[in-house]
Nanobody
């Protein structure tokens, strides 16, 4: 089992940057594929980015490609989401999620595939 705690959210102007962190407990973090999701008011939770447990495979939603970067440091049990060129439509609660994976090259992009979730961190982008 793994517990996830996000940090790094806040209020930023359009065009600015934020880096979110997701710290995981447990000694098997390196075998979990990870994902970042977001949920805006009145909208469904959606995938933002995903990364395999090796870090060698990543996937991004079309809306964030070229602006966001997902990465992980297995020695620190942490996954990151670097968000650049932020837009007001990026405003949402961002949550990280974990899925135990047998393969270091597979990413997961569906909410139902993830077993563990953090509580989320608010990101607000002002225009």
């Amino acid at each position: 089992q793994v517990q996830l705690v996000e940090s790094g959210g806040g209020l930023v102007q359009a065009g600015g940057s934020l880096r979110l962190s997701c710290a995981a407990s447990g000694r098997t973090f390196s075998t979990y594929a990870m994902g970042w999701f977001r949920q805006a008011p009145g909208k469904e939770r959606e995938i933002v980015a995903a990364i395999s447990w090796s870090g060698g495979t990543t996937s991004y939603a079309d809306s964030v490609k070229g602006r966001f970067t997902i990465s992980r440091d297995n020695a620190k049990n942490t996954v990151y989401l670097q968000m650049n060129s932020l837009k007001p439509e990026d405003t949402a609660v961002y949550s990280c999620a974990a899925h135990p994976s047998w393969s270091g090259s597979i990413v997961y992009t569906e909410r139902a595939e993830y077993d563990y979730w953090g509580q989320g961190t608010q990101v607000t982008v002002s225009s």
